[in-house]
């Protein structure tokens, strides 16, 4: 699986968990996958709103490990 392909599936994923969370307890932190397309399996801790904010800026989540977050394209 090529570094792309990686970052959108875990993106993908990521996107699933945030619904998950926002119908049950929205206040509770998941658990999100770095989206930087390495290998690296790390996890970043924030709850929903946090992440929404960084959908909304256009962000990939990355791990602090794996440098900063990097601007994307607007969807749609």
Known sequence: MSSDQRSVLFREVNDRIYELLESGDSDLPGEFLCECGRDCGRRVALAP???????DSGRFLESPD??????VPALG
Do not use: I, K, M, T
């Not at 709103?49 to 959908?55: K, T, W």
């Not at 794996?66 to 601007?71: A, D, N, T, V």
């Open 49 to 55: 709103h946090e992440f929404a904010e960084l959908r």
């Open 66 to 71: 794996c440098g900063e977050s990097r601007l």
